[in-house]
């Protein structure tokens, strides 16, 4: 079995830059969907593992700096009318994941008084498949592991052993990882990010497949995965380009698509090893590519520029003024765009995002048998 690989290299710059702020405490959210009568509730659970795609306020409650926070305005300005810690204006993937499986949104691990029943989200932002990526800022995802563990160990001490085993086997676990792996050598100057090449992404790709068959181990039987997203396009790494920033950072995104290569081989290999595997993976990198490219075809204004920001593209990391630089701009409409700020996407192209990876416009960018509908329905 793979184990949790060692990488030493010093993250400088952005995460050192800035003291460790307090963070305030959410009570649990009022804007959560009434939960109908429906043949899914009872045995369905969502379980969310990953970084900051997904995170929806586990860093609220972490000793971390703002660059991994997303608990000030204007982020959550659309949906909820207050920063709940999700790193966009509105809802990210999972919550609209949660509605279409007719589940209340899914709460972060560490807020206090949540229940367990319908699963939880540990996704963290910053957070790497390696503990080395942002390491003391962000819940890294083997620390991600061994919360669910926690979780898992309270429902059949709660439920008893059969009927938990029951519910983590009907259960859906989503990922989106290994971004911040790629990204944080080159996000901190690092003399790493010359280090990076296919052994580099055997690794990543390792500890995620740990995690997945400590899962499995547990009982878990279903899984949905996104890839990477064209990494260099995004407006916060389009920007370090010296000579032409108009222009993606090819090296950053030609390692994701080497990641996103592997992850689709050993999915395959899981699904011939272990019995009842049943994976979904969904090509958000051709999904963002499409939109970056062809904008308008999908609502949007342009494919380079965020709604929040400053700089060219708005790609300076300065959404809200808590961060490093403390000017910022702020789009008028940000269902226009593409990007809500450096590095994260708006309410209306995660929606986009959530529709196709469960089941809608044909699967265009479907990469495996199965979509989520599937896996929620036990198809």
Known sequence: MEGFSSLSFTLLFLHAALAASSSPSLSPESS???????????????????????????NNHI???????????????????????????????????????????????????????????FASAGAGALVETFQGSVIDLKTQLRYFKKVEHRLRQKLGKSKARIKLSKAVYMFAIGSNDYMSPFLTNS????????????????NLTTVIKDIYAKGGRNFGFINLPPLGCLPG??????????????????????????????????????????YSLYDFNAFLRQRINHPSKYGFIGGKDACCGTGTFR???????????????????????IYWDSYHLTERAYQQLAEEMWGGKGNTYKLSPYNLKDLFRGV
């Open 32 to 58: 959560l969907p009434p939960l109908p009568e429906n043949e899914w509730t009872v045995s369905t659970a969502l379980f969310i593992f990953g970084d900051s795609f997904f995170d929806v306020g586990n």
């Open 63 to 121: 000793n971390t700096t703002t660059l991994d926070q997303a608990n000030f305005w204007p982020y959550g300005e659309t949906y909820f009318r207050y920063p709940s810690g999700r790193f966009s204006d509105g809802r990210v993937v999972p919550d609209f994941i949660a509605e279409k499986a007719r589940l209340p949104f899914i709460p972060p691990f560490l807020q206090p008084g949540i229940s367990h029943h319908f699963g939880i989200n």
């Open 191 to 206: 003399s790493a990010s010359s280090l990076l090449d296919s052994k580099y992404v055997e690794m990543v790709i390792g």
């Open 237 to 278: 790494l389009r920007i370090l380009r010296a000579s032409d920033d108009s222009k993606c950072h090819e090296e950053v995104s030609l390692l994701a698509e080497l990641h996103n290569k592997a992850l689709s081989r050993r999915l395959v290999a899981l699904k011939n090893k272990l019995r009842r595997f049943r």
């Open 315 to 337: 790609g300076v990391y300065s959404c809200g003024g808590k961060r490093i630089v403390k000017e910022y701009e702020l789009c008028e409409d940000p269902s226009r765009y």
